[in-house]
T-cell receptor, first 113, second 112 residues
Framework: DADVTQTPRNRITKTGKRIMLECSQTKGHDRMYWYRQDPGLGLRLIYYSFDVKDINKGEISDGYSVSRQAQAKFSLSLESAIPNQTALYFC????????????FGPGTRLTVL | AQSVTQPDIHITVSEGASLELRCNYSYGATPYLFWYVQSPGQGLQLLLKYFSGDTLVQGIKGFEAEFKRSQSSFNLRKPSVHWSDAAEYFCAGIYNNNDMRFGAGTRLTVKP
């Protein structure tokens, strides 16, 4: 089984809808991250969490919110989706050392019409 | 501002030829540096990382990277490319605020 799983893998939705992307990990890591990937821009950090009670904004958090339900689960929500949130979203995890290796999930492709 | 730059959007090399992918970082302090590879439809896989010490870092799949402070660079190299190396490659750096910054990526095409 994969160490970092994301659901759904693909989602098409309409403008204004609320969407939740879920991430689960079995690596026992404290730190979890959400990124979005856009062509020509690489990956950009949306939010990160160092433990269940610690949530931090990343480079592009506007329009997104997160919930760390447990050490193993980190969800990303789009309260009111808009077309420019169409992207590939990745969840990642790492151990509790600064700059430790991040392990990525397979990604969720989100299309907002 | 903290950033990592990959100057080459797309590189094509012949199978068996050598490869060098460029990466430059900005900001005064040296970040921790990483190279990741992304195969089509896949997540990112770590190739190698540099924190300190020996400036030539060995990674998986025959890749290596050299940190050069004077040039603010961390270029990825492989002496002989295989067709299976065709993928997108991302350089990334973590600065003091724990925020990982990725370059825009370099897409590698391997000609037979």
């Amino acid at each position: 089984d994969a160490d970092v799983t994301q659901t759904p893998r693909n989602r098409i939705t309409k403008t204004g809808k609320r969407i939740m992307l879920e991430c689960s990990q079995t690596k026992g890591h404290d730190r979890m991250y959400w990124y979005r990937q856009d062509p020509g821009l690489g990956l950009r950090l949306i939010y990160y969490s160092f433990d269940v009670k610690d949530i931090n904004k990343g480079e592009i958090s506007d329009g997104y919110s997160v919930s760390r339900q447990a050490q193993a689960k980190f969800s990303l929500s789009l309260e009111s989706a808009i077309p420019n949130q169409t992207a590939l979203y990745f969840c990642a995890t790492s151990d509790a050392q600064l700059a430790d290796t991040q392990y990525f999930g397979p990604g969720t492709r989100l299309t907002v019409l | 501002a903290q950033s990592v730059t990959q100057p080459d959007i797309h590189i094509t090399v012949s199978e068996g030829a050598s490869l060098e992918l460029r990466c430059n970082y900005s900001y005064g302090a040296t970040p921790y540096l990483f190279w990741y590879v992304q195969s089509p439809g896949q997540g990112l896989q770590l190739l190698l990382k540099y924190f300190s010490g020996d400036t030539l870092v060995q990674g998986i799949k025959g890749f290596e990277a050299e940190f050069k402070r004077s040039q603010s660079s961390f270029n990825l190299r492989k002496p002989s490319v295989h067709w299976s190396d065709a993928a997108e490659y991302f350089c990334a750096g973590i600065y003091n605020n724990n925020d990982m910054r990725f370059g825009a990526g370099t897409r590698l095409t391997v000609k037979p």
